[in-house]
T-cell receptor
Framework: QKEVEQNSGPLSVPEGAIASLNCTYS??????FFWYRQYSGKSPELIMS????GDKEDGRFTAQLNKASQYVSLLIRDSQPSDSATYLC??????????????FGKGTHLIIQP | ETGVTQTPRHLVMGMTNKKSLKCEQH?????MYWYKQSAKKPLELMFV???????ENNSVPSRFSPECPNSSHLFLHLHTLQPEDSALYLC???????????FGDGTRLSIL
């Protein structure tokens, strides 16, 4: 059973600070890693993708991948109240017939305090 | 229209009804997916289609029946559902299996 683990939170961060979200995964063969943001009652929205070890930056967001440790993280700099949401870590896996699917973590509920 | 569109947005049905959920993607992608999202549980992959061919059904009960007539459209046919099937059903699409998936707004399904 492929698993993706996240701390469910809530994670409370002051406005303007750095929010750090973590994710571990069980399938060593995973090759694609994604972070989605989901507001309450809405569908997941892709915010970052990362495919190789190291850091990837996009605006206020930085994704970090360490395949040896099977660890993915998301940093949000200069956190804003609008960043308050549930952040889902998703990891791709071969699921059969050469196909790929995403295994999602349960998500971390992030609260940015004004 | 752009992105991934799902209809209806909300659906209430009895356990003996038959209904269908519809998904349409306008992104030119070649893979489409159905997910189920229940309260306090992670997103669960139900079905994967690539080039209109089902690749994975992930042990979903037979009361859920997918259909993919072409690479832009995906249906989920529902019959004799149970109360535990009440959830948010999400459709997604991607270009290739390793690309990011883009989600529709979902159908909120309630079984009476």
């Amino acid at each position: 059973q492929k698993e993706v683990e996240q701390n469910s939170g809530p994670l409370s961060v002051p406005e303007g600070a750095i929010a750090s979200l973590n994710c571990t995964y069980s399938d060593r063969g995973s090759q694609s890693f994604f972070w989605y943001r989901q507001y309450s009652g809405k569908s997941p929205e892709l915010i970052m993708s990362i495919y190789s070890n190291g850091d990837k930056e996009d605006g206020r967001f930085t994704a970090q991948l360490n395949k040896a440790s099977q660890y993915v993280s998301l940093l949000i700099r200069d956190s804003q109240p609008s960043d308050s949401a549930t952040y889902l870590c998703a990891v791709s896996s071969i699921i059969g017939g050469g196909a790929d699917g995403l295994t999602f973590g349960k998500g971390t509920h992030l609260i940015i305090q004004p | 229209e752009t992105g991934v569109t799902q209809t209806p947005r909300h659906l209430v049905m009895g356990m003996t009804n038959k209904k269908s959920l519809k998904c349409e993607q306008h992104l030119g992608h070649n893979a489409m997916y159905w997910y189920k999202q229940s309260a306090k549980k992670p997103l669960e992959l139900m079905f994967v289609y690539s080039l209109e061919e089902r690749v994975e059904n992930n042990s979903v009960p037979s009361r859920f029946s997918p259909e993919c007539p072409n690479s832009s459209h995906l249906f989920l046919h529902l019959h004799t559902l149970q109360p535990e099937d009440s959830a948010l059903y999400l459709c997604a699409s991607s270009q290739g299996f390793f690309g990011p998936q883009h989600f529709g707004d979902g159908t909120r399904l309630s079984i009476l």
